[in-house]
């Protein structure tokens, strides 16, 4: 079974703070992906990593940045959290880029 | 410009009262269509791909269809355990990686 975890399932952070999130496959995907979820918004892609330290921008990239350093894992950060970035945060990975992605359980990210 | 609609918003069923989520899409050419089921609070669940018009799949209750410019998934007698935000996402020819996604169908079976 494909295995995706991440490192939180909920966090309290306040504007201003530098903020991690971190995701692990266990499987040997190459490609790696982070999604915000909003009420009413569907998924949106924030960034894909197709290989160690390549990264491109998603839909939506602004106020975060991205680190792939090892293969199996994939961070995100937010530099400098605002209000307008809580949300749900989910991380997903494929084995080619036309393959079903797996997603991990979700981290619930709350900026006040 | 491509778009993924999904139709009902929320569907509110009795148990064993069957029904179809659709999910409509307007792409250039479609590689692949794919179904996930989202639990409250968790990251979706893969059930089905699909590729082809007329491809079908199942699993347990669920069958999901493809035509040329929709897909159905249908629930056949559901059950409570049945219940949750069935989320549907198009990959088009000319993407390289991104999936375009649906806002999803919230699902309600009562018991």
């Known amino acids: 079974d494909v295995k995706v975890t991440q490192s939180s399932r909920y966090l309290v952070k306040r504007t201003g703070e530098k903020v991690f999130l971190e995701c692990v496959q266990d499987m040997d995907h190459e490609n790696m992906f982070w999604y915000r979820q909003d009420p009413g918004l569907g998924l949106r892609l924030i960034y894909f990593s197709y290989d160690v330290k390549m990264k491109e921008k998603g839909d939506i990239p602004e106020g975060y940045s991205v680190s792939r350093e090892k293969k199996e894992r994939f961070s995100l950060i937010l530099e400098s959290a605002s209000t307008n970035q809580t949300s749900m945060y989910l991380c997903?990975?494929?084995?080619?880029?036309?393959?079903?992605?797996?997603f991990g359980p979700g981290t619930r990210l709350l900026v006040l | 410009e491509d778009q993924v609609t999904q139709s009902p918003e929320a569907l509110r069923l009795q148990e064993g009262e069957s029904s179809s989520l659709n999910c409509s899409y307007t792409?250039?050419?479609?590689?692949?269509l794919f179904w996930y089921r989202q639990d409250p609070g968790k990251g979706p669940e893969f059930l089905f791909t699909?590729?082809?018009?007329?491809e079908e799949k199942e699993k347990e209750r669920l069958k999901a269809t493809l035509t040329k410019k929709e897909s159905f998934l249908h629930i056949t007698a559901p059950k409570p355990e049945d219940s949750a935000t069935y989320l549907c996402?198009?990959?088009?020819?000319?993407?390289?990686?991104?999936?375009?996604w649906g806002a999803g169908t919230k699902l309600i079976i009562k018991p």
């Open positions: 997903a990975s494929s084995r080619t880029v036309r393959e079903t992605q797996y």
């Open positions: 699909l590729y082809s018009a007329g």
């Open positions: 996402a198009v990959q088009a020819m000319d993407s390289n990686y991104q999936l375009i």
């Open positions: 792409v250039s050419g479609l590689r692949g």
